[in-house]
């Protein structure tokens, strides 16, 4: 799978600023990502993202102030370094889908073609959650 999406995830790069795609499994594996990114890279970013989506996620009491019960839906994850950005969205069940990009980038847009990119592949971008400790 991680050729056939990953001309997909170059279509990211037509946003001037955007450096690099990846799209990542819940549990930290690479599913594809854009050519111009070694795959040593591509592995540490996937465990990274999958680990700043687990520590966003957590944090919904913040905002609502319920600690236990919180019905807030994390939606993106947005960090800056002195360098660029990195934006992480859902990309469906069990994925992200994350973007470094340049200072100057347009936040808008490259958010916005982040979204029209998970839209249009829909389930291709979803990674059920993988079972562990299930033998037969």
């Known amino acids: 799978m991680k050729n056939e999406l990953s001309w997909i995830l170059d279509t990211v790069l037509e946003i001037p600023g955007a450096l690099h795609a990846v799209l990542v499994s819940a549990d930290g594996l690479v ?7 070694a795959k040593d890279n591509a592995d540490v970013t996937a465990a990274s ?25 994390w939606r993106q994850t947005v960090v800056e370094f002195d360098g660029g950005w990195i934006f992480s969205i859902a990309a469906g069940p069990g994925s992200y889908l994350a973007v470094a990009a340049t200072p100057d980038v347009n936040m808008a847009d490259i958010t916005f073609r982040m979204q029209r990119l998970v839209g249009q592949l829909g389930e291709k971008l979803s990674a059920p959650p993988r079972e562990i400790g299930r033998h037969r």
């Open 31 to 37: 599913i594809a990502h854009t050519k111009d990114l």
């Open 49 to 73: 993202v999958s680990g700043m989506q687990s520590l966003s996620r957590a944090n919904g009491f913040f905002i609502d102030g319920k600690r236990e019960g919180s019905t807030l839906q």
